[in-house]
T-cell receptor
């Protein structure tokens, strides 16, 4: 199993541009999550999903959108990039809603 | 929602010494407490967890203790090695009401000097 994979690994965006961060898991997990991690800070939940077709907001959802059309994929969409969205983004998945398996992260820089 | 406080934010120890990281939580309904280790440039990885019906759990050099009355839990690493250097996160969740949503502490940067 590849586990949780994220693409791209690194991206530079200009203010106002849009992009989609991709996340795929091959463990047939129902639960999937998106976090952001700012330098020196912990993980803040952006959105999560308890199954295909079901998503919910986390602590910091503003400026982001998600969809969950399949069990495997959980893309995160940034519509109008802002400097405040410069961060490292982690996708995670879970079978039971307890142990979460994290991807390697996407480093995003908005200039 | 739940609020998890983690201390210290940085910790430096000599190789072979012990390291202790402490966390407190606010929601008495929280009943599952995992610890994650994040190495540089990687995603966090679960290293140990504890449920509210257990007071202590050990796995080789790592142990976690839980005090439900005081609402705090701790990670203990004995005989530290340079490869233990990483950022450690504690988390809490109420499996009954918000199953699937972890609340993380802000992390502890542990440095083990050879």
């Amino acid at each position: 199993n590849a586990g949780v994979t994220q693409t791209p690994k690194f991206r530079i965006l200009k203010i106002g541009q849009s992009m989609t961060l991709q996340c795929t898991q091959d463990m047939n997990h129902n639960y999937m999550y998106w976090y952001r991690q700012d330098p020196g800070m912990g993980l803040k939940l952006i959105y999560y999903s308890v199954g295909a077709g079901i998503t919910d907001k986390g602590e910091v959802p503003n400026g982001y959108n998600v969809s969950r059309s399949t069990t495997e994929d959980f893309p995160l969409r940034l519509e109008l990039a802002a400097p405040s969205q410069t961060s490292v983004y982690f996708c995670a998945s879970s079978w039971t809603g307890e142990t979460q398996y994290f991807g390697p992260g996407t480093r995003l820089l908005v200039l | 929602g739940e609020n998890v406080e983690q201390h210290p934010s940085t910790l430096s120890v000599q190789e072979g010494d012990s390291a202790v990281i402490k966390c407190t939580y606010s929601d008495s309904a929280s009943n599952y407490f995992p610890w994650y280790k994040q190495e540089l440039g990687k995603g966090p990885q679960l290293i140990i967890d504890i449920r509210s019906n257990v007071g202590e759990k050990k796995d080789q050099r790592i142990a976690v203790t839980l005090n439900k009355t005081a609402k705090h839990f701790s990670l203990h690493i004995t005989e530290t090695q340079p490869e233990d250097s990483a950022v450690y996160f504690c988390a809490a969740v109420d499996r009954g009401s918000t199953l699937g949503r972890l609340y993380f502490g802000r992390g502890t940067q542990l440095t083990v000097w050879p």
